[in-house]
């Protein structure tokens, strides 16, 4: 997908956020929400002004993170005013 209007296409990146020896017993399914999320840059809009390219990796806050799924394919879609910042550099 080639994304157009200043959005950018990004694969997420999980984060294992458990600790080992939690203090409160919690369901094995349990996962906390976490507003923030990181991700690496697929694809950019042509007239994107964010310099972050792909394959670098990005911060950006979850819930503005817009699901689309075309012909059995899912992806995820984030306007480039949500990102927050840039974590690393392509090697």
């Known amino acids: 997908m080639r994304p157009c209007n200043r959005y950018l296409v990004v694969e997420t990146i999980e984060e294992d956020?458990?600790?080992?020896n939690p203090r409160i017993l919690?369901?094995?399914?349990?996962?906390?929400a976490n507003?923030?999320?990181v991700g690496r840059i697929i694809s950019r809009a042509p007239d994107c002004t964010l310099e972050a390219f792909e394959g670098e990796i990005v911060a950006f806050s979850s819930n503005m993170l817009?699901?689309?799924?075309?012909?059995?394919?899912?992806?995820l879609l984030l306007l480039?005013?949500?990102?927050?910042?840039?974590?690393?550099?392509?090697?």
């Open 17 to 20: 956020q458990l600790e080992e």
């Open 26 to 32: 919690l369901p094995q399914d349990y996962k906390e």
């Open 35 to 37: 507003p923030f999320g």
């Open 66 to 75: 817009e699901k689309v799924s075309i012909n059995g394919e899912n992806f």
């Open 80 to 91: 480039e005013n949500y990102v927050l910042g840039i974590l690393s550099e392509i090697d």
